[in-house]
């Protein structure tokens, strides 16, 4: 029986006429699982580009430029560079939060005075906490410049990954010209 002729049996033919002794037949395969439901793949928890960029660790990184490179007129630059991706999404997120912040104060502007008094102050107070983390990330975007705040961790592992990549070209080198003499 085709599986079309299972689920309509009444455009069977066959099945039109049933004996009066003769039960209906339920086929457990087309109404009953008999595997477990697959997992569900949950979304990933969404970081920002400024959480990314000051959380990795640029040792490996470092250590493959330390021996390729073996400058440290390099190493500040890459460095440099490492603060520059940082300044950059300090200064995207800082523009988002303004945004947000504008968004919020035309929300405000136009609700109706004293109707929805809870709801006012409760936009309000998000508006100050957005603005607090905003003036916190201008503090983090000095910071930044200096190798500190935000930018210590990525530029502290670069830099510690740089001198083991130098360190071990100078050994390499050492040990070559030893064994050639």
């Given amino acids: 029986m085709s599986l079309f002729n299972r689920l309509f049996p009444r455009y069977n033919n066959d099945s039109a006429v049933q004996e009066?002794?003769?039960?209906?037949e339920v086929f457990e395969d087309l109404f009953i699982a008999t595997e477990p439901p697959a997992a569900e793949e949950?979304?990933?928890f969404l970081t920002s580009r400024l959480t990314e960029l000051s959380s990795k660790d640029h040792t490996e990184e470092g250590s493959q430029a330390g021996y390729a490179y073996h400058n440290m007129d390099m190493c500040e630059q890459m460095l440099a560079g490492i603060r520059s991706k940082i300044?950059?999404?300090?200064?995207?997120?800082i523009g988002q939060l303004?945004?947000?912040?504008?968004?919020?104060?035309?929300?405000i502007?136009?609700?109706?005075?004293?109707?929805?008094?809870?709801?006012?102050?409760?936009?309000k107070s998000r508006r100050e906490q957005i603005r607090r983390h905003q003036l916190k990330l201008h503090e983090q975007k000095l910071l930044v410049t200096g190798n500190s705040g935000l930018a210590d961790?990525?530029?502290t592992s670069f830099r510690t990954g740089f001198i083991r990549g130098y360190?071990?070209?100078l050994t390499a080198n050492l040990l070559i010209s030893k064994f050639l003499d």
């Fill in 98 to 107: 303004g945004l947000f912040i504008d968004q919020l104060d035309v929300e």
């Fill in 42 to 44: 949950r979304p990933k």
């Fill in 153 to 155: 961790w990525p530029t």
């Fill in 167 to 169: 360190e071990d070209h």
């Fill in 109 to 123: 502007s136009q609700l109706p005075e004293g109707l929805m008094e809870n709801t006012l102050q409760g936009m």
């Fill in 20 to 24: 009066p002794g003769q039960a209906n």
């Fill in 87 to 93: 300044l950059k999404a300090v200064e995207d997120e």
